[in-house]
């Protein structure tokens, strides 16, 4: 196996570490608005957690798929498309959410913000541990 996969590998699967953490915590925000407000805020919610979750899911899949000097063009390459995918995901996601449901603002917002703040500061923890 080439190093440049096994770095790629190594980069996907720390990346694939985080997005699991991310999906954890919203998926207990979730069950706590559902548990506490009723279904439609559940609902709400883990459409938040899912907005917030699958984007980053395919980033990570798409911008760890190159690694290495020899591949620095299509390292970057990859990264700029996994980019753009997650945005375009992300607006066609919430598109189709407030198209096709009845949904509560304050936890769809609410647990998507939290799902980013998670991403945003899971990396520290996985750098202590």
Same mark, same amino acid.
């Given at each position: ?28 925000? #979730? ?7 009723g ?20 980033f990570?899949t ?7 000097? #020899? ?8 990264f ?8 375009? *995901?992300?607006?066609a996601?919430?598109t ?5 449901m009845?949904?509560g603002?304050?936890?769809?917002f609410?647990c998507?913000?939290?799902? *980013? ?7 520290l923890?996985?750098?202590q541990?």
């Amino acid at each position: 196996m080439k190093l440049g996969n096994v770095l790629a590998r190594r980069g996907r699967l720390a990346a694939y570490k985080l997005v699991l953490v991310q999906a954890i915590v919203a998926s207990i925000i #979730s069950i706590l608005f559902f548990v506490m407000w009723g279904a439609q805020y559940g609902q709400s919610a883990l459409a938040g957690a899912i907005i917030a979750v699958l984007p980053n899911f395919v980033f990570a899949t798409l911008a760890f798929s190159h690694s290495g000097a #020899s591949s620095a063009a299509k390292v970057i390459k990859s990264f700029y498309w996994g980019e753009a995918v997650k945005m375009l *995901l992300t607006i066609a996601l919430f598109t189709l959410v407030f198209i096709n449901m009845e949904v509560g603002f304050m936890p769809l917002f609410t647990c998507y913000s939290l799902a *980013l703040v998670v991403h945003w500061i899971a990396p520290l923890y996985f750098k202590q541990s």
